[in-house]
């Protein structure tokens, strides 16, 4: 198992480092038995977030995924549980379901609360893919239907994308390819499908520390036009690479950019931030 603590796989934590660890946080539940008896009461979904305590990247990205309002929101209508991959229940339900799919940490699984397993991904989920994939399971959309769209609809750009990002956030790279090579050649790799799937490769690339491949797609995303804030989240989480992979000068030369143009508050804020950290680390004599 690995929780890709290594290289520039460490976006959380840099995240972690510019918004404090002040985070507000899900009411969550110790044990999978409660959880299943709650969410049977309550006839609700059970989220189950698996971490390992010795992992900083996991609990740094734990912080960062259910944060967000519109996350915590979501998480509200599930009964939700946090496990240790190192105890019992975390340990079973690891090795029963993710350890075959994927070697990355932490992982998120949803359960009918008679205990079937619905749906999982893996690894830190940003913002927005997390409440599109809240949203989906709530709503009964499995990857399954998801898939099997794409499959019986070849030539629907809509279906192959969301077909591309469900696996991509599942760590499935190899099953998400075909998908995404689909797209692109429906879109002649230009708009606003190619442009987010680019983001979202880069996204998880930096994640899995391939910081190569991360560049080149988050590259793409940023210098495209064909949606503005797919650009300027593209060249904020740029940054992030570059300055995880000790990049600093053309970390701050991407935030300078962003805090001229960016048209997304939050962003504008981050940029702020790791600007100033990067200028205090310059300032140090070597």
Known sequence: ???????????????????????????????????????????????????????????ESKALMFSPEEVQRLMRQFVCALLNLNDGD????????????????????FFSSD????????????????????????????????LGRAQSNPKDVNAAY??????????????????VERVMKLTKGKGKYASALNLHLGTRYAYRGQVELAKKHLSIAASQRDDASVAEEAQFQLAVV???????????????????????????????????VINEQLRKPK
């Open 115 to 146: 205990g079937e397993l619905i749906d999982l991904a893996t690894g830190y989920i940003p913002k927005e893919p997390l409440t599109e994939l809240l949203k989906q399971v709530l709503s009964g959309v499995t990857l399954g239907d998801i």
């Open 242 to 276: 570059h300055y995880s992979a000790n990049e600093l000068r053309e970390a701050a030369r991407v935030c300078e950019r962003l805090i001229k143009t960016a048209k997304r508050r939050e962003l504008v804020q981050l940029a702020t931030s790791m600007l100033q």
């Open 1 to 59: 198992m690995s929780c890709k603590e290594t290289g520039c796989a460490i976006t959380a934590a840099v995240l972690l480092l510019l918004i404090g660890s002040s985070c507000p946080d899900v009411e969550w539940v110790s044990s999978l038995k409660e959880a299943l008896s709650s969410g049977a009461k309550l006839r609700r979904i059970v989220a189950v977030f698996i971490y390992d305590a010795n992992c900083k990247g996991c609990l």
């Open 90 to 109: 975390g340990k079973a339900l690891w090795k029963r379901y993710v350890a075959g799919r994927s070697d990355v940490l932490p992982a998120l699984l």
């Open 162 to 179: 969301q077909a591309a990002v469900a696996l991509i956030e599942r760590d499935q790279l190899e099953l998400a390819m075909p998908f």
